[in-house]
């Protein structure tokens, strides 16, 4: 197998038709066998009977139905355990990336590159709330993690083989896979391309899911909310080494300053939020540490082909 098409699918039935009539026009303008995998994260909406039809139809077209959803993260991790090409492609269902930019990824991979990344350059149909936010987050995910990872830059991108064998070996359960594919290292090198709008349905990625996504980017590549906890810790001593000789050299020259307990409160309230603020940024660590020795598997189908690259647990 020359090349793995990979595209999560959750609840994208309008789109899935389109998605699999412009994969295989661009695909087959290679002349390499290629294989479509649409790993279906627990769609509610049809999109699972489309493509079982659609595999039933082309045998090229693989499908991986999990038993409920698990997330997009862990759906283009499934699409890599089960993939058999000796390039992997990921693209997003909506067709927000454009799949006749394969054909550039495939050119620098052809080109002796291993992860060839595609980076946005103008983006469609977005809201101004999303590109600033989505601009903050690049510069700040750039500036406090440990890998660095490119900026605009999302899951759409080509992984050689021998990149995919070691993101498959590695199992932890947060994941944020752009930051994975870069730490690994390899030869790598970006692909401009505009993003086009979304063709039709909604956006399966609402605030509540952009903040975890960032948060398990932020915890899983970087220790700076720990740190951020330490300097306000030194911050609130500091404060407090400075305030005791003042506050006794007022109280020795009668003032009325400090007198009461509202200055008392006000340090409280300070001292508090401190250590809850700290307590919370541990918890989140504590968390992942206990999500990861659960040891339950990343996720669960009911329907795919037999992989010597998958872990995973199939139900009976």
Known sequence: ??????APIYNEVENIPELSRRVRA??????????LLLVDDGSTDGSTEQIQQLAEEDPRVVPVIFARNFGHQIAVTAGLDYSRGEAVIIIDADLQDPPEVMLDLIAKWREGYQ?????????????LFKLFTAAVFYRLIQRIT???IPMDAGDFRLMD???????NSMRERHRFLRGMSVWVGFKQIGVEYERAARLSGETKYPLRKMIKFASDAITGFSYFPLQVAMYLGFVSAGISILAIPVVIALR???????FGQASALIAVLFLG????????????????????AKGRPLYIVTEAPQSENSIVRQAS
């Open 115 to 127: 992860v060839v990344y595609a980076v946005r350059s103008k983006r469609e149909g977005e809201s």
């Open 26 to 35: 661009v695909m087959e303008q290679t002349g390499e066998v290629w294989e």
């Open 252 to 258: 020795l020259a009668g003032s009325q300053a400090f």
């Open 146 to 148: 440990d890998v660095n």
């Open 1 to 6: 197998m020359k090349y793995s098409v990979i």
């Open 273 to 292: 939020g401190v250590q809850l603020i700290s307590l919370g940024i541990l918890g989140e660590y504590i968390g992942r540490l206990y999500d990861e």
């Open 161 to 167: 083989r021998s990149v995919v064998n070691v993101l």
